[in-house]
């Protein structure tokens, strides 16, 4: 179970640190972005909840490490779950929110897209008691659309398998 576990860990944070390599390195900043426009981004990322995207990506993570793995070797200890989920989540907390990483990739992508006055619109609609009901169940909502996007994902495996051979053959790959 430790060998299944290690490969897995191995491809998942693999593709997590090659996503995080291409969002910085298409979003380094080209000019230098103002403090009060950093300081409305930061409070529109506090509202919203964006910080919170690290816990979503952890609890996708380790659910995939979890599915792996019990394909692979049937029955996980409980322990093992609680392990597999706590690190998980300490990972994904460190690598985006401690290091500051969602904040730069943010002040860069919304410095592209809005103005100072723009951001501060949508900072003031967030403040309303609508925005604020989006704000509050916006992780939820995604969450629920991560859980059943990966549920149809494990749907469509056999016909995209199926699809890969039925090319492959085509093709006259072997």
Not at 4 to 16: G, P
Not at 41 to 61: K, N, P, R, W, Y
Not at 116 to 135: H, I, M, N, R
């Amino acid at each position: 179970m430790f060998k299944t576990l290690s490969i897995i860990t191995l491809i998942l944070f693999s593709q997590l640190s090659f996503a995080a390599d291409v969002a910085v390195s298409t979003t380094a900043p080209a000019t230098e972005i103002s403090d009060e426009k950093k300081a409305v981004i930061d409070e529109l990322l506090e509202i919203t909840g964006a910080l919170e995207v690290a816990t979503i990506m952890g609890d996708a993570a380790a659910n995939q490490m979890l599915t792996a793995i019990q394909r692979t070797n049937g029955q996980i200890p409980p322990e093992v779950v609680a392990i597999i989920r706590d690190e998980t989540h300490k990972i994904m907390q460190e690598e985006f929110v401690d290091n500051g990483f969602i904040s730069e990739v943010s002040y860069v992508i919304y410095d592209r897209h809005f103005t100072t006055a723009e951001l501060q619109e949508v900072v003031d609609f967030y403040k309303s008691p609508t925005g604020a009901k989006v704000a509050r169940l916006m992780p939820q909502v995604t969450q629920e659309a991560m859980i059943e996007s990966q549920k149809h994902m494990q749907t469509l495996r056999p016909i995209i398998q199926q699809r890969f051979t039925e090319r492959f053959e085509a093709e006259g790959i072997k």
